[in-house]
């Protein structure tokens, strides 16, 4: 296994992870739940979808581009949409508080696994990993460079989470979540048409 080649995966997928959907999803999970359930669920869903990416590499760089782009576009704005548009009320907000309470680490391991499982399907990251594994030819070289950087991206997210939950009320991070997305959905749009 090529330590270079570990090394420059980690770094490209890093720097495109870090203010990508998972960092969102990482933040309002942990500032939900607590954090280390959060963590074992993301984590996992990383190594997940790093061994599908790496796994599908060849065949990921064959699909149409602009067709990928235009869905990635629509989830995102699908998503922004349900942020920004969708009002907690007290009552909702106070049923999650005590909802989060008596959840399971167990349970709370699973969701945060399926949210972020679904969310990077067919992500920029795993695209470019999936393009890194055919590039290289170094399967676990690459698997290993993507896994530790998603890791890593899922555990700032939830360390974050639980900081910004003290210091902004969780309408507030649901609102630039949605922002957030309304940007990436405009981005990926773009990608589509200009293709």
């Not at 296994?1 to 090394?7: D, H, P, R």
């Not at 704005?77 to 999650?96: D, I, K």
């Not at 989060?100 to 972020?116: D, P």
């Not at 922002?179 to 990608?191: E, N, S, T």
Request: proline share 3%; no cysteine; aromatic share 6%.
């Amino acid at each position: 296994m090529s330590l270079v080649v570990v090394a420059v995966t980690f770094g490209l997928v890093f720097v495109a992870e870090l203010p990508d959907k998972t960092m969102v999803a990482s933040i309002v999970l942990a500032s939900r739940y607590r954090p280390w359930p959060v963590w074992i669920g993301t984590a996992s869903a990383m190594v997940v979808n790093s061994a599908v990416a790496v796994a599908a590499g060849r065949l990921l760089t064959l699909l149409p581009h602009r067709a990928v782009e235009a869905v990635v576009a629509a989830l995102f704005a699908g998503g922004a949409v349900y942020l920004l548009v969708t009002r907690e009320s007290a009552e909702e907000h106070q049923g999650e508080e005590t909802a989060a309470k008596v959840t399971s680490s167990h349970r709370v391991a699973l969701t945060s696994f399926a949210v972020v499982v679904l969310a990077e399907m067919g992500d920029i990251t795993q695209v470019l990993t999936a393009n890194l594994a055919a590039h290289y030819r170094q399967p676990w070289a690459v698997f290993t460079g993507a896994t530790v950087a998603l890791v890593l991206v899922t555990g700032i997210g939830v360390l974050g989470g639980r900081a910004l939950l003290r210091v902004l009320p969780l309408d507030a991070i649901r609102k630039a979540a949605g922002v957030l997305l309304v940007g990436f959905a405009l981005y990926a749009g773009v990608k589509a048409a200009t293709g």
